[in-house]
């Protein structure tokens, strides 16, 4: 008997529900139940969306965070290089436009205002400016949109280019422009500027003022100025010292070494013109005679007062300044005079003596020159042509002959860079 009343203790009786069920019934019934669960909408337990958003709030924030704290630091780190280096020579003016000033036209003007020589009718006096690139071999290069410039040179990381800006009513501009195409300015409302031939320094006339400066990475960094004459302005580095022109409208140089205070007050007063550097560091230049309106080259000490330590008065110089020593400093490439046909000369600064002589290189040369190695060169003419300079053909009697550079446009004059 069962311990629950009403209840069998042994269930023999057959199921009161029918499992007789035909296969094509079954088989609409599963169907039917998959349906209602595939239309089910479940919530996920994951939401991606909302994941790939809270993530990128934290990213965002922290690289906020890290460019706050790096600007904090470079801050610190300009402040105290620019107190170090300058402790000497700084004194109170305008302030500089350096590292990306937003607002460069609300500064007043330079207001240094140089003459220049008396023009040659075969050179031209108008600076070469332009926004197309042109290696030695004639490969060509467009810069992004910085305006015309005047002269370009290569990063010291190779990454891009030091862009010196034409000369315009605000002054000039010192742009970095990275092969990436990012485009940053460094200086704006300067007067004249100059890049070291590693291009890790610069120096520029702001104001009353000459100031230098190192180029690290994209930045500017301790800026060092001394006070100059109303018509001195930089010409070019020489090592670590910054050759200065006192007025263009005579002679007369010095080397400004920053970290021995100002200009000196005893000057060189014979010197024109400076080409360029020897390997012993001596320096290639265009010294004044007693003899006027004749010019000389000679071999000057690297010193405040530039003195010539050899002088060759043979050919008849241009007052331009355009020129350049070989690699090796056995050439020299610099114009004629104004008083004969337009050409450029090369000279064997190795026989540089009494009845120094030069032969015709090609036509004269406007803008950077730039020596491939000991024996070539190449510059452009006054028309923006490529002239290419082998000195074994040009002693030989057979002057370089300029040609087009192909795919530059109508009426610009490229700008001649060392390789790209």
Not at 32 to 39: D, G, Y
Request: glycine share 12%; proline share 10%.
């Amino acid at each position: 008997m069962s311990q629950f009343p009403g209840r069998r203790d042994n269930l023999t009786d057959g199921p009161q529900r029918s499992y007789q069920v035909r296969p094509d019934e079954l088989e609409g019934a599963v169907r039917e139940t998959l349906s209602h669960q595939v239309a089910l909408a479940r919530p996920l337990s994951v939401d991606p969306a909302g994941q790939a958003i809270r993530r990128a709030n934290r990213i965002r924030r922290r690289r906020t965070a890290a460019g706050l704290a790096l600007a904090a630091v470079t801050t610190v780190l300009l402040s105290a290089g620019m107190a170090q280096l300058g402790a000497e020579t700084r004194r109170d003016g305008s302030p500089i436009v350096v590292i990306g000033d937003p607002d460069p036209t609300s500064r007043p003007l330079p207001t240094a205002s140089i003459p220049g020589p008396a023009p040659s009718p075969t050179t031209s006096t108008s600076p070469v400016v332009g926004e197309t690139l042109v290696s030695a071999d004639g490969r060509r290069l467009a810069l992004p949109d910085v305006g015309p410039a005047e002269r370009v040179q290569r990063l010291p990381s190779g990454g891009g280019w030091l862009v010196v800006g034409a000369p315009s009513t605000a002054g000039r501009s010192l742009w970095v422009v990275q092969d990436d195409g990012l485009v940053q300015v460094l200086l704006a409302g300067a007067g004249a500027i100059v890049l070291a031939p590693d291009s890790l320094q610069v120096a520029w006339r702001d104001g009353d003022d000459l100031l230098m400066a190192g180029v690290v990475g994209t930045q500017l960094i301790g800026s060092v100025r001394t006070p100059v004459p109303a018509a001195a302005e930089p010409v070019r580095f020489v090592g670590d010292s910054v050759l200065v022109r006192l007025d263009r409208a005579s002679a007369g140089h010095t080397l400004w070494r920053p970290g021995a205070g100002p200009l000196p007050d005893a000057l060189d007063r014979k010197s024109l013109n400076v080409y360029g550097r020897l390997p012993d560091g001596r320096l290639v230049g265009q010294v004044t005679t007693t003899d006027p309106g004749r010019t000389c080259l000679a071999i000057l000490t690297p010193t405040r007062h530039l003195d010539p330590v050899r002088t060759g008065c043979g050919p008849d110089l241009s007052p331009d300044g355009v020129g350049a020593v070989s690699p090796d400093g056995r050439w020299l490439l610099v114009n004629e005079g104004s008083g004969a046909a337009g050409r450029s000369l090369l000279v064997d600064l190795h026989r540089l003596g009494p009845g120094a002589t030069a032969v015709a290189a090609g036509p004269p040369m406007t803008g950077a020159i730039v020596w491939s190695d000991e024996t070539r060169a190449s510059y452009l003419d006054g028309t923006g042509e490529l002239v290419r300079v082998d000195v074994a053909q040009v002693r030989a009697g057979k002057p370089a002959s300029p040609a087009a550079v192909p795919d530059v446009p109508a009426g610009e004059r490229p700008i001649l860079v060392d390789g790209f």
